[in-house]
């Protein structure tokens, strides 16, 4: 096959949305022998943010995947017309950089930015490929969290957006059970059409650990009862709410939450911290993904919190990188989102009121006082976690695949021939960087 993502967000970006999608690009290259294209933006962070922008599109190539970078405006994203104008240029650098993916099979739309899907569906009508719409969140719900970006008329054209791309689409990935279930009894999705397919964590890289190591003795953890928020400090983690929380639990004396990674409400956080003068809360800067084994494995348990309202919209893809690290969590969140489920139901955790600091205290206080239950429940973890591993999703979005673009197994290899051959064939266009 011959697939085309279209996503601003892909590697080296630090963002999960573009880590998980350049594994998926990687591997559908390497293990499954795809022609894959992405259609990416300029990194939003990590090394290659500050490359000068010296062509609309550029053409670069990474373990097999050929990156067509669309580069578009710089604006602070904090203002309302800052962030239309960079989802604005970036969807037009694209729209142009369609012109070099040559025939795909399969042209697949993520949503960074909510717009992108359109570039993405008249690439497949322009090409004759099927289109695919992967529903990393759901708008307008989601943009809702950006107080610059409420605009009535805004989330009226965004909804309509999402509609059309679902109506329009071949096929839909939903992240999990309740983003299914949004999607189609509120958003109309064609049930048929709609698949789940889960993010993943690696379980080959990150496993199980001794929390004496590298990582906690560097940040003084050993010695420490650690709760750990890992990822991005954004707008809808509910992370206020944790803070509340250890202030409640202060006269557990080893107990400490850390706070690890970056994010539009870490500094607001941190200057709350420091009013209130909680010495049991930290916050450490984000880590790479190659030492994430040994952050996670300094944590005795992990908090997954999401505002309420928003499950289904949002799925917490840091989950799965708990299970794989074989570490219980607490689940701040609605008990339908799949943090929750997921916790129940194989006893790999537990589930707090969103919205009640006094809930989440109570919670992270009884597994302070337990640790036999919280060994369990980190074995259970490490068990469940290979139901959700890379290669078992990847596998998953292959078959997935095969199927909307009408190839049979027997003749996938003359396929996948002829696909390489096209691309060969194709290209010229776009400079390489």
Known sequence: ?????????????????GQLLTELAEDLVNRHGCAVTVVAGRPLHGSGRSRPMLWPVTREMRRGVTILRSNGTRF???RFSGRVANYLSYFASATLASFGV??????????????????????ARRTGARFVFLCEDIFPEVASLIESFQHQTVDRALDRVN???????????????????????????????VHVIHNWADCDAIVPGEKANG?????????????????????????????????????????LLVIVGNGARREALEREVARRGLSNVRFLPYVPKEQLHESFAAADVFLVSLKPGLEGYIVPSKLYGILAAGRPYV??????????????????????????????????????????????????ARSIAWRFDRR????????LLLRVAGVARAGAPAARASANARVRASGGGVPAS
């Open 1 to 17: 096959m011959n697939i085309c993502f279209f996503n601003r967000s892909y590697w080296p970006d630090q963002a999960a949305t």
């Open 76 to 78: 602070g994203p904090d």
């Open 102 to 123: 040559g025939r795909p099979d399969i042209v697949i739309s993520l949503t960074d930015p909510p717009i992108i899907g359109l570039a993405a569906r008249w690439t």
């Open 215 to 255: 990582f906690s003795r560097e940040h003084s953890l050993d010695d420490r009862f650690v709760v750990m928020h890992s990822g991005n400090v954004g707008l809808s983690q509910n992370l206020d709410v944790a803070i509340d929380a250890a202030a409640r639990l202060q006269s557990r004396e080893r107990l």
């Open 392 to 399: 078992v999703a990847v596998q998953a979005y292959y078959d």
């Open 163 to 193: 509609r059309y791309l679902l109506r329009e689409a071949d096929g839909v990935v939903a992240l999990g059970e309740r983003m299914c279930r949004r999607l189609v009894e509120e958003k109309g999705a064609d049930p048929s059409r």
């Open 331 to 380: 689940a701040a969140v609605d008990p339908s989102c799949e943090a929750a489920t997921i916790a129940v139901e194989h006893g790999c955790g537990v589930v707090a009121d969103p919205g009640s600091a006094d809930d989440l205290a109570r919670k992270l206080a009884a597994l302070y006082d337990d640790p036999a239950t919280v060994r369990s429940m980190g074995n259970n």
